[in-house]
């Protein structure tokens, strides 16, 4: 094939892709935002979006309800942050090793589930593409930016609202300045009457609800099929993307559009059989994210107290 990457067409299709691929990006990203803002690390996400997106699928494939698929992953989402909750926060293990544990847990039990309750791919009918048609018109139809803003379904739009929305609980209200404050200085929050332990909860509860979401927008919005390690690795990516968008939800999305648009670039790469050899194409988007993570001011705006546990009467 010797189709002109430049081509109006094309450049639309990646631009399209990346918009559509950085939804689970955003969701986990987000999340994890919250729990790190918190000061708690969570490397389990990729464990979570797996048994996420298992539920999630496991639900439709018996009930056909994507609704329901989506509140059983949130749901066994927000269970798994609630498990890391009690082992880093409570018992104050190693928030490091306790993250690796849950994502281990996590792809064994989603590949254990799998064999056993269905055993072979299947297919679902996950969320349907809205095209926001009136009287015989679909604004999907409007030539450029119908392609580029009216054909998504509603998990791709709920991760993007869900930013601006994230901003304004983390930057607009009392709960929010809570969280950023046990992330900075949990002691001094302490003093004036903040409950450090349950602020910490509620954030890694809400960043584990997210990346479930996230799983699920895998097998039932982008994929509708699951298999083992569907996500290959893609948790991972989420944690160092909070580290590129500085702790900030807006910083997120822009590195979630950035990271997506490239995977979405290396794809049509290989589909238009550019002579480019494969294996650099797949390696192009996390060449990228090590990149970025080696700049060294990033470093410096995460907040003080992440992965340090609390405990009062401590210095």
């Known amino acids: 094939m010797n189709e002109d990457l430049t081509t109006l067409a094309i450049i639309l299709g990646i631009i399209h892709s990346g918009i559509r691929l950085a939804t689970p990006y955003i969701y986990a990203a987000v999340g994890e935002t919250f729990s790190q803002r918190s000061g708690v690390l969570n490397l389990g996400v990729d464990g979570i979006m797996l048994m996420g997106a298992f539920f999630g699928f496991y639900t439709v494939f018996e009930t056909g309800s994507p609704v329901l698929g989506l509140l059983a992953a949130a749901a066994v989402g927000a269970l798994m942050g609630l498990i890391l909750c009690v082992v880093s926060i ?12 849950l994502y281990m847990f996590g792809l064994g039990m989603s590949s254990l589930l799998f064999k ?4 072979s791919v ?103 099929i699951f298999q083992e390690n569907m996500t290959n690795g893609l948790g991972f990516i989420a944690v160092a993307l909070v580290y590129f968008g500085s ?58 107290a992440l992965t340090k546990p609390f405990a009062r009467g401590e210095n």
């Open 116 to 119: 056993t309750l269905i055993g």
């Open 247 to 304: 702790w900030r939800p807006v910083g997120v999305l822009l590195g979630a559009l950035l990271f997506s648009t490239v995977n979405a670039l290396q794809l049509w790469v290989q589909v238009l059989g550019l002579n480019i050899p494969s294996d650099v194409a797949v390696m192009m988007p996390y060449l990228l994210t090590i990149i970025a993570l080696a700049l060294p001011f990033r470093r410096a705006l995460q907040p003080r």
């Open 122 to 224: 299947e297919g679902v009918q996950g969320f349907p593409i809205l095209r926001f048609c009136m009287g015989g018109f679909c604004l999907a139809d409007l030539p450029i930016v119908g392609e580029l803003f009216f054909e998504y379904n509603i998990m791709t739009y709920g991760a993007y609202a869900l930013v601006p929305l994230s901003w304004y609980l983390l930057n607009r209200t009392t709960w929010g300045l809570k969280v950023r404050a046990v992330g900075q200085n949990p002691e001094a929050a302490d003093s004036v009457g903040v409950n450090v332990n349950r602020v910490r909860y509620a954030a890694v509860t809400i960043g584990g609800t997210l990346a479930g979401i996230a799983g699920a927008s895998l097998s039932i919005s982008l994929l509708n």
């Open 90 to 101: 409570t018992f104050q293990a190693e928030q490091g090793i306790s993250g690796i544990g």
